[in-house]
């Protein structure tokens, strides 16, 4: 079996060792690799840590200097399955998390300059789509896929839940209920323009329900999935995204989903 991966930083897996591809935050330990592995499957895995679907598509991505070809021009066309996840980073979603979080505002300002100079796609875009156009350009994606690889079943993947009902905030998050409403609702907005664009393309495509199989493990449950604003996470560049638990339980809902 050949599968294959496409997507941004939580389907990259960065902070989780081992780190195979530093440039692109890509770790060793993500779900596809976790899939692969179990199932003794060929993959390549083409994930980018800040990816937007626009370079998944068609456009190039900049990382820390590098520049990235967009994904989709590295997917075999005999490829078995391929596993998408995306969106987030158009809406700014966690990379707002993220900015939002830092209360410094010297701090602030040196982590935007160097999203500015370092993570040149990852910037916030001129225009945010709203939740329409934000499906439409997923759709497009998927057919893109299922044109380059026609016999693959494409396994489309949600965020893990962030900001569940167990979230405390200014405890498990460094800002007020406002924000997370805030967060709680890009996250919606982007699982419900993610479900809309498998509409009709069922027959090749399904949607593996993430969101909501993750739901009791968000920030300050008894078992996250993801990390917080935390010094470990700072470090390994993982804030407000998934762990190792959470790698693992995406893996296993996709292989119940592969059943």
């Known amino acids: 079996m050949k599968i294959a991966s496409l997507g941004s930083s939580f389907a990259a897996g960065p902070g989780i060792k081992p780190i195979v591809n530093r440039s692109a935050m890509r770790s ?5 690799n ?6 003794e499957a060929d993959l390549t895995d083409l994930s ?5 679907l626009l370079t998944i598509w068609n456009e190039p991505q900049v990382l820390f200097g590098r520049r990235f070809e967009p994904q989709l021009n590295g997917l075999p066309q005999d490829v078995d399955v391929v596993f998408i996840l995306g969106g987030g980073n158009d809406i700014e ?3 707002g998390m993220i ?6 505002y010297w701090l602030g300002r040196m982590v935007i300059s160097m999203k500015n100079s370092l993570f040149q796609d990852f910037s916030t875009p001129a225009n945010i789509p709203d939740e329409e156009i934000l499906s439409e350009r997923y759709g497009v994606v998927l057919d893109e896929i299922h044109i380059k690889a026609p016999k693959a079943k494409v396994l489309v993947l949600e965020y893990l839940t962030m900001l569940g009902s ?9 800002f007020d209920a406002v924000c997370v409403e805030k967060y709680q609702n890009i996250a919606s907005k982007l699982q419900r323009a993610t479900s809309k664009a498998i509409n009709g393309r069922q027959e090749w495509c399904q949607r593996v329900p993430v969101a909501e199989l993750s739901e009791q493990h968000g920030l300050g449950s008894n078992e996250p999935w993801v990390w917080g604003f935390g010094l470990q996470a700072i470090l390994g560049g993982a804030i407000y995204h998934p762990n190792e638990a959470g790698m693992k339980a995406v ?5 119940k989903t592969m059943n």
Do not use: C, H, W
């Open 28 to 32: 060793g330990s993500n779900y596809a």
């Open 99 to 104: 900015f939002d979080s830092i209360e410094s």
């Open 251 to 255: 893996a296993d809902m996709i292989l």
């Open 93 to 95: 979603y966690i990379g």
């Open 48 to 52: 980018i840590s800040g990816a937007t």
């Open 34 to 39: 976790l899939v692969a592995q179990r199932l």
């Open 166 to 174: 167990d979230v405390k905030p200014g405890v498990d998050v460094p």
